[in-house]
């Protein structure tokens, strides 16, 4: 079993940044590929960021691309995702995802096997 402990959330005005992470204490790691998903209330669960481990590959919805950024470091087993210019529109839970394996296309939430419990941000205008 993976565990992912999500970190980062919190309350920020229009326009300012957080840096969320997600980590795991299994070593080694290496997965197949990591995401950043997030689920407003009322709304579906959506991709937000993901990125091929081995490769650094990543992948960015448009409604996040040129403000959000994935990234990793293999010595802290840390998944990181920094979010900038910040909207109230992206007031959602956000979720860290692993998997072990190619399983679909690395943006689909159902190809993940874990999942962390989630970390609220909160974006106010």
């Known amino acids: 079993q993976v565990q992912l402990v999500e970190s980062g959330g919190g309350k920020v005005q229009a326009g300012g940044s957080l840096r969320l992470s997600c980590a795991t204490s299994?070593?080694?790691?290496?997965?197949?590929?990591m995401g950043w998903f997030r689920q407003a209330p009322g709304k579906e669960r959506e991709i937000v960021a993901a990125i091929r481990w081995s490769a650094g590959i990543t992948y960015y919805a448009d409604s996040v691309k040129g403000r959000f950024t994935i990234s990793k470091d293999n010595a802290k087993n840390t998944v990181y995702l920094q979010m900038n210019s910040l909207k109230p529109e992206d007031t959602a839970v956000y979720y860290c995802?692993?998997?072990?394996?190619?399983?679909?296309?690395?943006?689909?939430?159902?190809?993940?096997?874990?999942w962390g419990q989630g970390t609220q941000v909160t974006v106010s205008s």
């Open positions: 995802a692993s998997r072990a394996y190619y399983s679909g296309s690395y943006v689909k939430d159902d190809s993940y096997d874990y």
């Open positions: 299994r070593r080694p790691f290496s997965p197949n590929a």
